[in-house]
Nanobody, 125 residues
């Protein structure tokens, strides 16, 4: 069973940076795609970024391109989300997700079967 534990959320001023981590366990992740999503109360969970575990290929939501970077450290079984130039509209609970043999390029919440508990990111104006 895949287990995902996020950390690194917090409060930051607009224009600042935060780095989120997702510690993954329970599987060998060679064929997995790891993703980050975010959710604001009352709104649907939305895709942020994804990375293939083996090759390190990435794709992003248009809203974060050029500001956020997803990466992974295979030795530590950890996925990261570096967030720069944060905006108040980036405020949300951020979730780590994982899926084996994901259809590449998917941004659909329903395509990911494993989820972490989330970490709050708040950006003040």
């Amino acid at each position: 069973q895949v287990q995902l534990v996020e950390s690194g959320g917090g409060l930051v001023q607009a224009g600042g940076s935060l780095s989120l981590s997702c510690a993954a366990s329970g599987r060998t992740f060679t064929w997995y795609t790891m993703g980050w999503f975010r959710q604001v109360p009352g709104k649907e969970r939305e895709f942020v970024a994804a990375i293939s575990w083996s090759a390190g290929r990435t794709y992003y939501a248009d809203s974060v391109k050029g500001r956020f970077t997803i990466s992974r450290d295979s030795a530590k079984n950890t996925v990261y989300l570096q967030m720069n130039n944060l905006k108040p509209e980036d405020t949300a609970v951020y979730y780590c997700a994982a899926q084996r043999l994901l259809r590449w390029g998917s941004q659909d919440v329903a395509d990911f079967s494993s989820w972490g508990q989330g970490t709050q990111v708040t950006v003040s104006s």
